[in-house]
């Protein structure tokens, strides 16, 4: 209903998710996102679209893993999965070094999310690789010290990012919107700054993948 009524309103997108799950390893409601886990989230997916689009508004969901930030102590215990194994500030834990079959794992999970929402009737996705996600991590020389193909080089640290981005356009082929959230600046000392982040999102670009 309050979609709607922003429809309604004269909004001409609203996106929906804020962020959305893609798999069960970062928990939706450790941070009351929806959870796109399975095909069962294509019918509320539908439900809001239609909505939505009766009033000539255009709908998006936000997708995101949340890597190190998530919590391994609600739904399913699962152990929180990041680039290398770098405690967590806020809630202290310490997450397991991703292994190449996990990377794979997520990497299908972001294309089957992305799917749903095509099925479900969105106009698009909006992935989250900002504010310390599991992908952003990955580009962070400061969450990521892995000295295999995904650590390293800026190429290498970036890796993931592309197969995700890959992955989906192989799902949902070129005529889905997907757009990208980016942080500025980390802030953070040792962390990206705004001319590594504006490369990277160069470098996104050239892909022709968005």
Not at 18 to 25: C, M
């Amino acid at each position: 209903a309050y979609h709607e009524a922003k429809a309604r309103g004269g909004a001409a997108l609203t996106i929906i998710g804020g962020s959305t799950s893609v798999h069960p390893s970062s928990p939706a409601s450790a941070w009351n996102m929806i959870a796109n886990h399975d095909d069962s989230v294509i019918a509320g997916y539908r439900g809001v679209a239609e909505a939505v689009h009766r009033h000539d508004c255009r709908i998006m969901s936000q997708l995101t893993h949340m890597g190190r930030r998530s919590q391994s102590d609600v739904e399913g215990w699962h152990v929180l999965l990041a680039p290398s194994q770098i405690p967590e500030k806020v809630h202290r834990e310490v997450p397991h070094e991703i292994e190449p079959e996990q990377i794979a794992m997520l990497v299908r999970a972001f294309g089957d999310a992305t799917r749903r929402c095509r099925e479900g009737g969105l106009d698009g996705v909006e992935l989250s690789f900002a504010h310390n996600h599991l992908v952003d991590q990955f580009w962070s020389p400061l969450f990521n010290q892995r000295t295999d193909e995904y650590g390293g080089s800026l190429e290498n640290r970036m890796r993931f990012s592309v197969e995700v981005l890959t992955a989906i356009r192989r799902v949902v082929g070129p005529g889905f919107v997907v757009g990208l959230r980016i942080s500025g600046d980390e802030f953070i000392e040792g962390g990206l700054g705004p001319r590594e982040l504006q490369e990277i999102a160069g470098n996104l670009a050239r892909t022709g993948l968005l």
